[in-house]
C-alpha cells in the first residue's frame, strides 16, 4: 500500500541511493542509511527544482530526490494531507456500523467523530431483512475458530456491505492473509482490498460476490 520509489536521500552531506516509501502514517527510506519519519511529527514538506522533496520534521531535515517536480509534488500532498484510517476503511458519515470486540483507541475516536449513528457493539440474535443490513462489520481474527464466524457474520450484511477481518501483523501474526482468503471463500465472501489498520494490525476487506447480491 502506499507509494514507493528508487531515489536518492540527501541527509546532512550525504547522498545515499535506495528506497523510498510512502503511506497515510509514516515516509520511510531503506539503504545503506534508514529512515523512518511519522507523518505526525512533520512540520513542512516542500518541493525544489529538479524533483527535490525537502522535509523538516520534529527530529530534523532531509531531502529525496525523486526525479521531477510531477512526482516530488504528489509525494509532497500526500505527506501534508495523508488520509486518515476512516478514509482508507471507506466508512461515510451515513455508514451503519458494527464494531466486535475491536479494542483501539484511535480507530474508536474516528468513529466516533465520523458516523452520524454510534456503532453496534455486537449482532442481534437474527438477521436483518433482505436488502438491509450492515455497511461495515469490523472482526478481530487471529485464529481458525475466529475465522470460522464469517459465515454467520456474512448474514448481517447489507448486499454491499463488507467486513474487515483485523488481524497481527508482521512477525506477531498468528494467521495469514491466505487463511483469512481461505475462510472467505469457504463462507461465500471475496477479498478485495488490503489495509494498514495500525502499526501492530493489517485489515482485510470481504464482500459479497455481485453475482450472489
Given amino acids: 500500500m502506499g507509494l514507493e520509489i528508487r531515489c536518492t536521500l540527501r541527509l546532512g552531506p550525504d547522498d545515499v541511493t535506495g528506497t523510498a516509501h510512502l503511506d497515510s502514517t509514516a515516509l520511510a527510506f531503506r539503504g545503506t542509511t534508514r529512515l523512518s519519519v511519522p507523518l505526525a511529527t512533520v512540520k513542512t514538506a516542500e518541493v525544489a527544482k529538479g ?4 522535509v523538516t520534521h520534529a527530529a ?20 501534508r494531507y495523508p488520509k486518515s484510517l476512516v478514509d482508507k476503511l471507506g466508512l461515510k458519515p451515513e455508514s451503519h456500523v458494527a464494531i466486535l470486540g475491536l479494542e483501539d483507541p484511535e480507530f474508536a475516536a474516528q468513529t466516533s467523530a465520523r458516523l452520524r449513528s454510534p456503532p453496534r457493539s455486537s449482532l442481534p440474535a437474527k438477521p436483518p431483512a433482505a436488502g438491509t ?23 448481517h450484511l447489507a448486499p ?21 482468503m481461505r475462510a472467505a471463500k469457504a463462507a461465500g465472501l471475496v477479498d478485495n482490498k488490503v489495509c494498514g489498520f495500525s502499526a501492530t494490525h493489517t485489515a482485510l476487506k470481504l464482500v459479497i460476490p455481485v453475482a450472489s447480491r
Fill in 51 to 54: 524533483g527535490e522533496l525537502r
Fill in 60 to 79: 530534523g531535515a532531509f531531502s529525496l530526490l525523486l526525479g521531477d517536480r510531477a512526482t516530488a509534488e504528489q509525494w509532497a500532498l500526500k505527506v
Fill in 133 to 155: 443490513g450492515l455497511d461495515f462489520i469490523f472482526y478481530p481474527a487471529d485464529s481458525a475458530a475466529e475465522l470460522s464466524r464469517l459465515a454467520d457474520l456474512k448474514r
Fill in 160 to 180: 454491499t456491505g463488507a467486513i474487515w477481518v483485523v488481524s497481527l501483523k508482521g512477525k506477531a501474526a498468528r494467521i495469514k492473509d491466505v487463511d483469512v
